[in-house]
């Protein structure tokens, strides 16, 4: 526990259903901490990070009220992997500087654990950061259409983001637990249920 506290590390590919895990965990006084959240807390108008944002791609990527265009900055990188690589060496720093202060929040009130979602926990080389990794996984096919329902996007489209990401069977070699959340939510808990009671049983040995 380089933290003094127990950090699970939660992550997954695009609509697997990481926010269903979460709640499982919320509903059972478990702090979390989003990495999503942070990377927007990031980049609040005049911060340091949204004007590096800006010297690196332009200033059409902030709307007129000085705030972050996650839209167009997310079409103008999707395509291009070292854009990506770009925009991540400038939010991932800030990002872990944020988590760590959270995390120094949680042990303070006395936690024992807590969870870190990030859904590119691994591929920022960000796993230093917490004691075990659990993924959260579906079959391809239902990622697909989660996907396409989701953002209202056609086939085409959910394969090329699906496509952009590490693929969900490499992500699990990384998985100390492996959450399958292809069946219904109360499926998932009942994996839940069972990975939950072998985490606490091991910290209680």
């Known amino acids: ?16 259903g990481k926010s269903t895990v979460v709640r499982f ?23 340091v990070v949204l004007q590096q944002i800006i010297s690196t791609f332009g200033p059409e ?6 705030t972050l265009d996650r839209k167009r900055l997310g079409a103008l990188i999707f395509p291009d992997p ?3 690589r770009q925009l991540e060496n400038i939010l991932h720093p800030e990002i872990r ?3 760590e202060k ?32 659990w993924v959260v996984t579906v079959r391809p ?20 983001i699906i496509n952009s990401q590490m693929p969900l069977s ?9 959450i399958d959340n292809s069946g219904s939510e109360s499926e998932t808990w009942g994996i839940m249920e069972i990975a939950w009671l072998k985490e606490t049983e091991r910290c209680n040995e």
């Open 1 to 16: 526990m380089a933290y003094g506290i127990r950090v699970i590390g939660l992550t997954g590919g695009i609509a697997t």
């Open 25 to 47: 965990f919320a509903d059972r006084g478990i702090p979390v901490i989003d990495a999503d959240q942070l990377s927007r807390e990031a980049v609040q108008p005049a911060s």
């Open 61 to 66: 990527v902030v709307t007129e009220d000085g």
């Open 82 to 84: 070292t854009k990506r």
């Open 97 to 99: 500087n944020l988590a």
């Open 102 to 133: 959270q995390i120094a929040c949680a042990r303070a009130a006395g936690h024992q654990r807590i969870i870190y979602m990030a859904p590119l926990l691994i591929e920022v080389g960000a796993t230093d950061r917490v004691d075990t990794i």
């Open 141 to 160: 096919e239902i990622q697909l259409e989660r996907l396409m329902r989701r953002d209202g996007i056609n086939h085409r489209q959910a394969q090329d």
């Open 170 to 178: 490499e992500k699990e070699h990384y998985a100390d637990v492996i």
